[in-house]
């Protein structure tokens, strides 16, 4: 009985837990690109502009 219900379980919970890891882990890739995407764009406007010299 306790195995029955333990696999039934199991295979309920596992696929929401694969996917729940695979939008965790697509999120931080997205927020990463985003990161350095703006670091880039940051970088590119100070070398246009030149940078501020007080």
């Given at each position: 009985?306790?195995?029955f219900?333990?696999?039934?379980?199991?295979?309920?919970?596992?696929?929401?837990?694969r996917?729940?890891?695979?939008?965790?882990?697509?999120?931080?890739?997205?927020?990463?690109?985003?990161?350095?995407?703006?670091?880039?764009?940051?970088?590119?406007?100070?070398?246009?502009?030149?940078?501020?010299?007080?």
């Amino acid at each position: 009985m306790f195995i029955f219900i333990y696999t039934t379980l199991f295979e309920f919970i596992h696929p929401y837990l694969r996917i729940g890891i695979v939008v965790i882990v697509y999120m931080l890739l997205i927020l990463v690109g985003f990161r350095n995407t703006k670091r880039k764009m940051k970088d590119e406007i100070e070398i246009k502009f030149g940078k501020n010299d007080t």
